[in-house]
């Protein structure tokens, strides 16, 4: 069946550098777009990032661009997000998700990873 | 401050029928964007519950529905059921933020 898992997530300190992965399974990944979408304790879903499938389109929420960087192996079945001098505000459950395109809907879901973002 | 505005709780009892809107924009809904809705329970994966503003993937029962209209949307769930307990999210498009979901709406079956 069709699966994400993401890893990579645990605590990482302000100003230093982590990436999450998601490996999917029982899709031809390199047919569709992925996201990322983060919820910090006690708040909402908030989208992060999408990649087309080629890796040619890239968007970014206006709270992460500058600083995240959403990448794919094809090859490998792999989606990556590369977090750089992370803050506090960071910290969240970072979810994997598939869509065709950025205005589709996101599924199936991975059940997450957390990442702590702490001095 | 979501672009998607939702209330933030809603309830009902066992069997009642209870409705969650989700209020845009001219830049999102507005515009024509398709909206999408998620159940989220917590320390699980969110599932997909409408796509497309009313269809219904394989498996979500009949029970939940979706509409949509000008630059609102909105999620009916009839026959309410204790399992229904949730924090429902929708989604759309927005012409200058790419992907927006709503503030959430947390479910309370009485």
């Known amino acids: 069946q069709v699966q994400l898992v993401e890893s990579g997530g645990g605590v990482v300190q302000p100003g230093g550098s982590l990436r999450l992965s998601c490996v999917a399974s029982?899709?031809?990944?390199?047919?569709?777009?992925m996201n990322w979408v983060r919820q910090a304790p006690g708040k909402g879903l908030e989208w992060v990032a999408y990649?087309?499938?080629?890796?040619?389109?890239?968007y970014y929420a206006d709270s992460v661009k500058g600083r995240f960087t959403i990448s794919r192996d094809n090859s490998k079945n792999t989606l990556y997000v590369q977090m750089n001098s992370p803050r506090p505000e960071d910290t969240a459950v970072y979810y994997c998700?598939?869509?065709?395109?950025?205005?589709?809907?996101?599924?199936?879901w991975g059940q997450g990873t957390l990442v702590t973002v702490s001095s | 401050q979501s672009v998607l505005t939702q209330p933030p709780s809603v309830s009902g009892a066992p069997g009642q029928r209870v409705t969650i809107s989700c209020t845009g924009s001219?830049?999102?809904?507005?515009?024509?964007?398709?909206v999408h809705w998620y159940q989220h329970l917590p320390g699980t994966a969110p599932k997909l519950l409408i796509y497309g503003n009313n269809n219904r993937p394989s498996g979500v029962p009949d029970r939940f529905s979706g509409s949509k209209s000008g630059t609102s949307a909105s999620l009916a769930i009839t026959g309410l059921q204790a399992e229904d307990e949730a924090d429902y999210y929708c989604?759309?498009?927005?012409?200058?933020?790419?992907?927006?979901f709503g503030g959430g709406t947390k479910l309370t079956v009485l």
């Open positions: 998700a598939k869509s065709m395109y950025a205005y589709n809907w996101f599924d199936p």
């Open positions: 989604q759309s498009y927005d012409s200058s933020r790419y992907v927006v």
């Open positions: 029982g899709f031809t990944f390199s047919n569709y777009g």
């Open positions: 990649i087309r499938h080629d890796g040619g389109s890239k």
């Open positions: 001219s830049s999102n809904i507005g515009a024509g964007y398709d």
